[in-house]
């Protein structure tokens, strides 16, 4: 009922940058928060970044001052701007929203396909 599509993955050298962005559509009545999560091979899936429709935010100590997360709360759609990018940055990237389909019913969690992040010289 409820799809996330991403894109902006792709093959970039060490310090460059990538804009991720993720659309979600379907049955909406409100997204309490969108976010990224990220899974490199071999270690466990971390959370990248958050953001609350309030505005609030949450990132991984790693990414902090380097990764930038926003969102449109109006078309439904986040985005994660990733600057200077380290090879240990490299892995699936999975967009995460925690969405009301309807009024008066709890929120569930629905997530992205995943897009490739790969950083390498």
């Known amino acids: 009922q409820v799809q996330l599509v991403e894109s902006g993955g792709g093959l970039v050298q060490p310090r460059g940058s990538l804009r991720l962005s993720c659309a979600a559509s379907?049955?909406?009545?409100?997204?309490?928060?969108m976010g990224w999560y990220r899974q490199a091979p071999g270690k466990q899936r971390e959370l990248v970044a958050q953001?609350?429709?309030?505005?609030?935010?949450n990132y991984a100590d790693s990414v902090k001052g380097r990764f930038t997360i926003s969102r449109d709360n109006a078309k439904n759609t986040v985005y994660l701007q990733m600057n200077s990018l380290k090879p240990e940055d490299t892995a699936v990237y999975y967009c995460?929203?925690?969405?009301?389909?309807?009024?008066?019913?709890?929120?569930?969690?629905?997530w992205g396909q995943g897009t490739q992040v790969t950083v390498s010289s």
């Open positions: 995460n929203a925690r969405v009301q389909t309807r009024a008066f019913r709890p929120p569930d969690d629905y």
């Open positions: 379907g049955t909406i009545f409100s997204i309490n928060a």
């Open positions: 953001m609350a429709t309030g505005g609030s935010t």
